[in-house]
């Protein structure tokens, strides 16, 4: 098909729910963007475009088969694929688009054959923190009605509110409370949706989201 409204898409850049790729030329490393996706908002991939936005052109069959392969072999579980060739001045573009999945976590696999969970952020992909898997066993289960604060919940906001953020290690010192139950305890503010997490340098940040600050 041909598809000027795909230059549109290429204009928004690479974010969140966008990525580029002159071509694929590892399975399991796309898996890794695939899992993110699918683990996060969901996401669509232009593959055959370039990081500054040039069209390079792909072979649609060759790019297909790798994606099924990334997604199908590489992930766990298999993650569904929508997918629509296009041409932009006689060059083909293939867009991938992977929907923010009820069955988290995915896991990709990594070169040394262990299996690993990713979330997206902004443009890049990161691993998913050891709290966001806890937060996703309790995807299915529904909140109470109302929250009340433990005494160990109260040192993490009071630390939290002193810093503009924390590693999980970094609030476990600060707090002295265990990892394993720090986790159970982040996980909880996290679903609550009273904490936020970034990365900085790979690594998961926690801070208060702003209106409980």
Known sequence: MNGPYILRYIAEGEHQQQDFKMRIDDAKKIARTVSAFANTDGGRLLIGVKDNGAIAGIRPEEEMHMMEAAAQMYCKPPVGLEVQAWKVDNKSVLEINILPSKQRPHLAQLEDGTWKAFVRRDDENFLAPA??????????????????????????????????????????????????????????????????????QNQAMFKLKDENL
Do not use: C
């Open 131 to 200: 709290v966001l898997l806890e937060v996703w066993k309790s995807d299915d289960v529904d909140r109470p009605n109302k929250y009340f604060h433990t005494e160990k919940e109260k040192k993490i906001f009071v630390s939290l509110q002193e810093s503009g953020g924390l590693s999980q290690n970094q609030l476990s010192k600060k707090t002295g409370i265990n990892r394993m139950v720090l986790t159970k305890l982040l996980a909880r503010l996290v679903r609550w949706n009273l904490l936020d997490i970034f990365f900085v």
